[in-house]
Each structure stands twice: as C-alpha cells, then as structure tokens.
C-alpha cells in the first residue's frame, strides 16, 4: 500500500487527492481516496464522485483498445491498424468532398485534459472544417459572447471573490451539487460556511429550492426564462435611486441607463413572479454591501435570453463597483497566462454562418444545435463524416433523439472515448485514450477561473495500461496521418513547425510555457509540490490594464444586447396553466457518464420528473405516476414526484439519464436509465449566442 498524490477532473472544482494504490495481479489499483488537506485549493475537499475516480479506472467497461463496429458488435484493432483506417476515411472524406464535410463535436472532458488542451484542439483545427461544434453551445456560451464584447476576450470572466465577499448574489446556479462552474469553488458548502461566519448573506433566484437555495439565506422562485427582467430591473433600481458607481473606464452606461429606465421592478414581477419589492431591496442591499458579487450559471445561460442575463449580471457588478475589487468579481492571475500568451483566442463573431440556418459561429464554432440539419440537408457542404473526442451529444444536445437518427446515416464516424455512449455506439471505430489516473495534468483552463491564485502539476498516479495511448498520442498520431493523406497540404513550412509540436508532450509544453512566461512558479517547484503552490488570493486593481478590447475600455452596451433586449420585450409572457421543463443536477451524477458506477447509483432513484403537487391535482395525476411528457419536437415516458420544491407551472428532468438506447451495452443499471430530457429539448430555440435554450421549454403532463 502506497499513497499517491492525484487530482479530480470529474467537474471544475479540481479537487486535490491523495489515492492509496495496491498492486495487483498485472499492475495496481486504487484502494482509497481521501481529499488532499495540504491542497492550498481544495483544502482537503472531495465529494462521492471523486471517490468513484477509481471506479473509472477499473472499469471492466472501459474500452482499452480501439474497435471497430461490425454489425452489432465490437471487434478489436490494432493501434495502427485503427489509425490507419480513420486517417484513409477522413482524408478521403476531406479530400473529396470538402473540409465542412467532417463534423467535429468536443464534449466536455477535453477541457479536462491536458492533452486535448495541448493536442486536441490544434488537430481539430487542422482540419478547417466550419461545421466545429462542442458542448460550449450547450453551456457558458452567452459567458463567452459577453467577455468578449465586454472585455474584448471571451474568457476574460470575472471570478467571484467568495472568500471575501459578504453578498452573493447566484442564479440559476446550484454549486452545492455542481460544486461551481466558470468558478472553481472547491468546499463551496465550506466556503459558504465562512461566508456566513463574517457576517455574509446569499440569496438564490431559481425555479427550484435546490440545495443551494436550501442553505440560501434567502431564496426567491422566477419563472424560468425570464431572469432577465429581474436583472434589467435590479440596474433599473440601481440608476434610479442614484446607487452606481461605475469605474473611470466604462464607456455607454448613459444608454444602459436609457435601456432599463421602464423595466421597473413591478414589471419584472409580472414576467418573473419575483415580488417587485424584493428586486428593489436586493438592489439597495448589493448597492450597500461591503463587497458584493452577482453570479450567473447555466440555469441563465441555456435560457432564451442567456446573453441579456449575462450581460446584465456583468453591468451589476460594474455599476456597483464590484468589478475588479476585493469581495466583488476580480480577474485571476494563473501561472501559466493562457489568455495574455495568446494559447486561447480573443473570440470573433459571424466570420461565417451555418449552411443551412445561417446561424454565426463564435470562436470558430457553430452552435451544435444545428448539427443534425447539417448532417440531413442535401447539397455543397453537407456533412459525411464525424469525429466526436470526449461527447455524448444525443443525450447532451436538444432533439437527440433526431440527432441520433442523423448519425447512422453517416459515411464515417470515429469516436476519441473511453465508453461506448449513447452516441458512440454507432461510431465506426472508437479510439480509447487513457484515462486521468495514467496520465500527467496541468489545469490549463481551471485555474484561470478559480477563486484563488494557485498552480498545481499532477504527474500520472498510475502506469499506462498495457498498449494504450493517452489522447495526446491519438490526435498527435491522427494529424500526422490525416495530413499526409491530404490533397490540399499545408505549405511545407507551416507542417514542419505543426508537426514538431505535435510531437512535443504536454508536459514538455507546460515546463516550457512555465519557463518562458512571467510564471510565479517553475516545473521543478510544482515537482516538488503536487500538492499545488499557493500564489495567493486574487487581487483587484487589474482593470483596466487586463481589458483587450480595441479602445482599452469598456463599452457598456454592445449593440447585440440592445436588440436583444428589443426581442426580449415583445417576447408574450407565460401563459397561466403552461408548463415549463427545465433540468437539474444531482452531486452524484457527472453529466451523462458515470451511470454504471454502483458508488455512484445506489441508493434512492433520482431520475423522476418532479412537479408540483398543485400541477399534479389540476391534471388529475398522482405522485408516482408514469407520465407523457411531451413538446414540440418529442415525447417521454417518466415516473412523476411530486414536490413543492418546484414553483407551480414548472417541470424538472435531470439531464445526462436515458440510457435506455445503449445501456446494456454501457452496463448502465436499469434503474438509473430514466429518459433524456433532451428528447424534449428544442433545437430551433436559442439564445441570441446560438447557446441552446434548454430551459424553459413549454411541456404538456398527461
Ligand atoms: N438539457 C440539458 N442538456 C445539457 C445540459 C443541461 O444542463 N441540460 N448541460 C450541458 C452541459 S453544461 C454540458 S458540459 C454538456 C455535456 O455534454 P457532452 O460533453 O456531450 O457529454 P458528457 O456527458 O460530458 O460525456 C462525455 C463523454 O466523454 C467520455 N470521457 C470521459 N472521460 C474521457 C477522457 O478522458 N477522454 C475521452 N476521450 N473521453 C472521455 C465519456 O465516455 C462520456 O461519454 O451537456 C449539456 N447538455
Ligand atoms: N454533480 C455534478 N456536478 C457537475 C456536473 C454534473 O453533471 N454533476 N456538471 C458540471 C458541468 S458540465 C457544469 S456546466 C456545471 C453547471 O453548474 P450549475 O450551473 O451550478 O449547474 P446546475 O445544477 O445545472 O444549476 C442550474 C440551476 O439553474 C436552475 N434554472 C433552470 N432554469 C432556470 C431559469 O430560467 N432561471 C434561473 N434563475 N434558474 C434556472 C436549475 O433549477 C438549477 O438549479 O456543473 C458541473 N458540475
Ligand atoms: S467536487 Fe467532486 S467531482 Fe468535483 S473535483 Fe472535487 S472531488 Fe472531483
Ligand atoms: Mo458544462
């Protein structure tokens, strides 16, 4: 027995672990897993998923080496065998019908690896496709759009200071089973605790009294999808009663002013159910408070209006003076700056549209929402071809069920995953890289929107397993396949220099991008501190020295939201007796994997509608009913519970279930399968981001 000093990538809180390995018969095994207490992060913080980190990587359905799918079943390849036969079919797929005939889709799990970080996205560059999706589309996208149009950098986001602050401000966020998001908060339920000690207050605007709002010192329901009156009229408030004091550095706000100047708190009312004096004294306390931070999450990004909600949590924190001051939203200083060194792009809108909607791309990518029409729409451009690394869109993205049909009738799919998934199933040949445990990991992307300043090199716990790859290798050896089969080469110079990064590991690349930036830390010191090295809380006086727009400053109203603000105006508002879905997350659940893990799903059934009991009785059903559900684009079948934890009018479905498609071959228990709430979820609703609406879709129970 040995103890190890490992990670968790199994959400953002990037907790710290100490593993207690065992040998076994051919190689070893986790035994143990405890939170790492000298994790200057993390604290000693873990949660019953990264218990269950060993679980991946024992698992007996993980895939180990690739497959091809012959029929209904799975035949085993050889690495190059397999390789050689992707590179063939997307050369060929690239080469003959154009680089938008391959689709790519990044599922969430790429940016928690290094390897996708470092390796991942420049293959999937390489291919110049327009049709590049990934799960962004389906999640922080409006964050994204706002940073940049605000602070000309699309993950320029400003970080809760939850550690000083004393008014949290959080909707449609539920970090007591996220354990936070675009916020990496490990031990919130601590950091919460200490929040209380000095004296703090949070308040929580959700449809749901969810964990966090149970713990809240204050929870309010609102209608879901209509956050943004709340948000408008809190600034409407705000401007009114003279409470603002906006930095030196904004440009505009006499327009935001003008913007909001009749979204009065008793108009908000009416479209939310938020009570109109509640939204005034919530202004007044966030105007008043010593340190105050107004938090967003998914709840207000897949919504209709995510990008209005976003901005408008954003110009909150601005016109208080919480942006960029101790105990409001600041700015991090990771060690290794991967928005000052140019790793991750400004952003750029509407470069180029969708084939068939004509919907912009952001960032290079279009929203996945639009994915199946380019699969099934004839023509110059369709898409043939697919390659998914790390996703699971027909249970992730709305109408899955449609995007499930559209995937079996591709020429080509090749799948970069550890599991044969709900989509996967029907790749023709899977690709499977190691997994966290046998691998080093460098947090390119966590560290730059944690609430506190640290850096942290995890070498691999555990040897590779016996002929694997770790994803680095898979796409390095993809790129330099798929290019040597390809008509249209890069310039000869332009490949040399490509292909000798791709050569490079990623922890090459880390020692380098540590030695060569302002790094606070070297390679050899986290070496010696797997533990992490504290860099210190974050620290205010960074705006507007940090801002990357063009001017310098900030342009407090970008034209996209005041039209959208328009739309948002003559949008009827609910309709009495309408129901409205909306999803949830459980502490136990990571997204739509870790479902055939026992740790994980013993225990009570978690996957059941809930619906108020007032909703129940006008419809004359009973608590534990099998219900329909249905809306535009489709139908489920689900058990019903009844619970006043839902506001009246509103329906909750956890997302990431329905596993009914592919699960005996997942080894998914029957109990856990539930239904998809992405069969109810409509593509053809979307913020004006091209970020899904997932929620709030309009429902019929019966
Ligand atoms: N209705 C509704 N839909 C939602 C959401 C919602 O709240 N409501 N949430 C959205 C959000 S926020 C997200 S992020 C998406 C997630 O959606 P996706 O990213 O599409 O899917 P995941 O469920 O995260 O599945 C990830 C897959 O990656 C594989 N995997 C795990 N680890 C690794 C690894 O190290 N390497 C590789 N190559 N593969 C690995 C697993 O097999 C798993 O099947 O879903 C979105 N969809
Ligand atoms: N245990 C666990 N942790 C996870 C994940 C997981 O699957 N399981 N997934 C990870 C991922 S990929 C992400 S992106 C993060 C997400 O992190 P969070 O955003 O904290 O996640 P959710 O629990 O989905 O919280 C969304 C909340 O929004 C509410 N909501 C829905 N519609 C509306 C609305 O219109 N208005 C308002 N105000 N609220 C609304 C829902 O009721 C819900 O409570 O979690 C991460 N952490
Ligand atoms: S909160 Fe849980 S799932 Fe998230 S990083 Fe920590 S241990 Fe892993
Ligand atoms: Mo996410």
Redesign the pocket.
Known sequence: METRTGVCNL??ATCGLLLTIEPTADGERVSGVRGNPDDPLSRGHI?P?GVAIGDVHADPDRLRRPVRRVGDTWVELGWDEALDLVADRLAATVNEHGEDALAIYLG?PNVHSLGSMTHGVALAQSFRTRNKFS?TSV??LPHQLVGYLLYGHQLLLPVPDIDRTSYFLV?????M?????LMTVPDFPGRLRELHARGGRMVV????R?E?AKVADEHHF??????AWVLLALLQVLFAEGLTRPPAYADGLDDVERLVADVTPELAEQASGVPAGEIRRIARELAAADGAAAY????????EFGTVCQWAVQMINLVTGNLDREGGVLLTEPAIDAIGRGLIGRGHLDRYRSRVRQAPEFGGELPVSVLREEIETPGEGQVRALLTVAGNPVLSTPDGAALDRAIQGLDFYVAVDIYVNETTQHADVILPPTTLLERDHYDLVFHLLAVRNTARFTPAVLAKGRDQRHDWEIFRDLYLRVTRRRRRKPPLKRRLVAEARMRMSPTFLIGMLLRTGRSQTTLTELRRHPEGVDLGPLRAGQLPGRLRTRTGRIDALPAIVAEDVARLRERALPRDGELLL??????????SWMHNTDRLTRGKARHQLLMHPADLASRGLSDSAVVTVRSRVGEVRVEVRATDDVMPGVV?LP??YGHGRAGARLGVAAGVAGVSINDLTDPERLDVSGNAAL??VPVTVS
């Not at 909707?171 to 970090?175: E, V």
């Not at 089973?177 to 998001?181: D, E, F």
């Not at 605007?205 to 749901?208: A, E, I, K, T």
């Not at 967003?296 to 919504?303: F, L």
């Open positions: 959400c953002e949660c998923k969430n799960a999640d922080q909707l449609g966020a539920n970090p089973a996220s354990n936070g998001s605007l959700d449809p749901r969810t966090t609102v209608r879901p999808g209509t956050d967003g999450r998914i709840g207000v990004s897949t919504q909306i999803g949830r997350r459980h502490q136990r659940d990571c997204n909750s997302h990431g929620s709030g």
